[in-house]
């Protein structure tokens, strides 16, 4: 999917969250770009504010370590969200989840910052979180755990370390998730269109160095 065929207005990502098929859209969902987009905001801004303070407020708790990568993947948000969606196919309303756990994790463990070497791993856990708490049916963990480049066993460890890390807080009631939902159409209304764009770009750039997938039903094998 090229970049610019993506419109990027509240409307179109209202129109995802609350009735995108996948028989009938071919797009990818506009949920993950802004998902992406607001991801990559935060890790800049994290990463500002550690090179700026060196209080020890911000060196991170052991628990925080299982999350970080042996090296930190050559992969964008962006496109680490597209496979996830290719191959999971979880929905649109997953992502929203996913969102709301994302902002609870970070406030129940204020020491924790999202950064480049651990959002990948801390994506794929919540993302498969979130698809158990949505759906009635779901893949198993060594599923999710190939596609996001883990071992069945590194996931089922991130999995039980985040729900206590979560106190196990994984309700998202009707209202909490449309608050959720309008302030992602705000992000898009209110400017973030062009950081959506850009992160968009990124990715596209980037995919089109890669080598193409020789099987395009395979699950093309990355490592975190």
């Avoid at 509240?10 to 990818?28: F, V």
């Avoid at 463990?109 to 791993?121: E, L, Q």
Wanted: proline share 2%.
């Amino acid at each position: 999917m090229a970049a610019s065929s993506l419109t990027i207005s509240p409307r179109k990502l209202r129109s995802d969250l609350y009735s995108y098929s996948y028989q009938n859209d071919a797009d990818t969902p506009l949920v993950i770009s802004v998902l992406a987009s607001l991801i990559e905001r935060t890790m800049a801004r994290n990463q500002r504010i550690a090179n700026n303070c060196e209080w020890t407020f911000f060196t991170k708790d052991f628990r925080s370590r299982v999350f970080d990568c042996h090296e930190t993947p050559d992969m964008t948000i962006q496109s680490y969200l597209e496979r996830i969606f290719k191959y999971t196919k979880a929905g649109p309303s997953i992502y929203v989840v996913a969102y709301v756990y994302i902002d609870r994790f970070c406030q129940a463990n204020p020491w924790f910052r999202v950064d480049a070497r651990n959002v990948h791993r801390l994506l794929i856990t919540i993302i498969m979180v979130a698809s158990k708490y949505v759906e009635d049916t779901n893949y198993r963990n060594s599923y999710f755990a190939r596609v996001g480049g883990l071992t069945t066993k590194e996931l089922n460890e991130l999995e039980v370390e985040f729900l206590f890390l979560m106190d196990f807080k994984l309700h998202v009631n009707v209202s909490v998730f449309e608050s959720y939902c309008s302030h992602l159409e705000r992000e898009v209304s209110i400017g973030g269109g062009y950081h959506i764009e850009k992160t968009l770009r990124c990715a596209e750039e980037i995919k089109s160095k890669q080598v193409k997938e020789t099987r395009h039903n395979s699950i093309a094998r990355i490592l975190l």
